[in-house]
């Protein structure tokens, strides 16, 4: 039996969207050709190409007054953060506060200090 899939509908989600997504070419999962850092293979294009079709499908889903907690940060190469939440902003998403934690490594780095 084949399965139907549909696609959601807007305004489904109630309260809360939680992601962390990959930090572009720093996080390597697999080297699929399907990883976002291969279908979108600079940084740029990536930001304005992955990180911003997937947030807006988010945003298209969260019903009005719900919530997006996103876990992302800086790398020593890439300005993940700040370049995020401007896409968010552009999106339509408002930025409300922070909360800072401190990493155990930094991305990039071969675990040696």
């Known amino acids: 039996m ?3 899939i549909t696609k959601p509908t807007k305004g489904k989600i109630d309260l809360l969207i939680l992601t962390s ?5 720093q996080e390597q999962y697999s080297t699929d ?3 976002s850092y291969n279908l979108f293979p600079t940084y740029e294009s990536w930001i304005n190409g992955y990180i911003k ?4 499908i988010g945003y298209d889903l969260l019903k009005k007054g719900g919530v997006l907690l996103l876990n992302i940060a ?3 190469e890439l300005p993940l953060e700040i370049d995020t939440l401007s896409v968010l902003e ?3 998403f ?3 506060y922070e909360i800072g934690m401190k990493m155990q490594r930094d991305l ?3 675990g040696e200090r």
């Open 2 to 4: 084949k399965q139907k």
């Open 21 to 25: 997504p990959p930090y572009f070419n």
């Open 33 to 35: 050709e399907e990883q």
């Open 53 to 56: 079709e997937t947030f807006q």
């Open 74 to 76: 800086d790398t020593k």
């Open 90 to 92: 552009d999106i339509g």
């Open 94 to 96: 408002e930025f409300e």
């Open 108 to 110: 990039g780095l071969d």
